[in-house]
T-cell receptor, first 113, second 111 residues
Framework: NAGVTQTPKFQVLKTGQSMTLQCAQDMNHEYMSWYRQDPGMGLRLIHYSVGAGITDQGEVPNGYNVSRSTTEDFPLRLLSAAPSQTSVYFC????????????FGQGTRLTVV | RKEVEQDPGPFNVPEGATVAFNCTYSNSASQSFFWYRQDCRKEPKLLMSVYSSGNEDGRFTAQLNRASQYISLLIRDSKLSDSATYLCVVNLPGGGNKLTFGTGTQLKVEL
């Protein structure tokens, strides 16, 4: 069972570069989300989606774009990378029901220099 | 004030010890509550959901006090393999599965 697959696992970017973090799930989950994890801050919600064609902002959306063209895929795009975006990024998926388990990808460690 | 607050630790305990973690949340309309476990440099994984009636899974017991907006996790007979960071997680109202995470409590179980 693949679950949630994130790519790449590691990435180094130069300031100003753009890139897309890929996330795919094979559990037919309606809800997908992106978090960033920084030391002492916990996981913070960047963007989320409740289904194909529907996305919304989370707590820290600035500098990031998302799209949801299919149920399976939820890519996160960094428009113009900044050192403040150095972080570990996690994609998660779950059903829309509130009391259900969220499944996370293995994470992407991004460094912006 | 953070939406979900936890003592960051670390808690260093000997093998076999009982350890308790606490968590408070600020939004009284929060609907669902969880403990996730995160190993070093890995993704979070669900440890257990937390119910008002309290629930137990082997050596792990979780409690929820809605009146005090307080969540706890008790680990009995700690094992070396329990060493990890434990994340208190709350599902906010408003639809979907928007999770708010505490910063995590680090547990180190030692010989």
């Amino acid at each position: 069972n693949a679950g949630v697959t994130q790519t790449p696992k590691f990435q180094v970017l130069k300031t100003g570069q753009s890139m897309t973090l890929q996330c795919a799930q094979d559990m037919n989950h309606e809800y997908m989300s992106w978090y960033r994890q920084d030391p002492g801050m916990g996981l913070r919600l960047i963007h989320y989606s409740v289904g194909a064609g529907i996305t919304d902002q989370g707590e820290v959306p600035n500098g990031y774009n998302v799209s949801r063209s299919t149920t399976e895929d939820f890519p996160l795009r960094l428009l113009s990378a900044a050192p403040s975006q150095t972080s570990v990024y996690f994609c998660a998926s779950s059903s829309l029901l509130g009391n259900t388990e969220a499944f996370f990808g293995q994470g992407t460690r991004l460094t912006v220099v | 004030r953070k939406e979900v607050e936890q003592d960051p630790g670390p808690f260093n305990v000997p093998e076999g010890a009982t350890v308790a973690f606490n968590c408070t949340y600020s939004n009284s309309a929060s609907q669902s509550f969880f403990w996730y476990r995160q190993d070093c440099r890995k993704e979070p994984k669900l440890l257990m959901s937390v119910y008002s009636s309290g629930n137990e899974d082997g050596r792990f017991t979780a409690q929820l006090n809605r009146a005090s907006q307080y969540i706890s996790l008790l680990i009995r007979d700690s094992k070396l393999s329990d060493s990890a960071t434990y994340l208190c997680v709350v599902n906010l109202p408003g639809g979907g599965n928007k999770l708010t995470f505490g910063t995590g409590t680090q547990l180190k179980v030692e010989l």
